[in-house]
């Protein structure tokens, strides 16, 4: 990987809907940052939800949280690409961690 988990069409068009949703969220008189910590939790019961049921959907929805989340960056100033890369690199030492303790 070359430092960068997004490819530029997909920044560009995540920017794009993160714009339409705040414009769509600002005329609708609510506060964006709520809605979409609502929608966030939505989509994680529903996720779960048609998982149960065996309803292959659920990668779909997956899809949809990680675009809320990718917006969620994006309404506090952040870059997809930073916060990507500090999580991967969370999680390797994580489960480096884990794997060293499950193995001693």
Do not use: P, Q, W
Not at 5 to 22: G, Q, V
Not at 39 to 50: F, T
């Amino acid at each position: 990987m070359n430092g960068y988990f997004l490819s530029e069409e997909a920044k560009e068009r995540i920017k794009k809907i993160h714009s339409s949703s705040a414009l769509y969220n600002e005329k609708a008189g609510k506060e964006h940052n709520e809605r979409l910590l609502e929608l966030i939790s939505h989509h994680a019961g529903e996720i779960k939800e048609l998982y149960d049921a065996n309803d292959r959907h659920f990668l779909v929805e997956t899809g949809d949280l990680a675009v809320l989340c990718f917006e969620l960056m994006l309404e506090h100033k952040e870059s997809i690409d930073s916060i990507m890369l500090k999580c991967f690199d969370r999680y390797d030492k994580k489960l480096a961690s884990l794997l060293n303790k499950e193995v001693n």
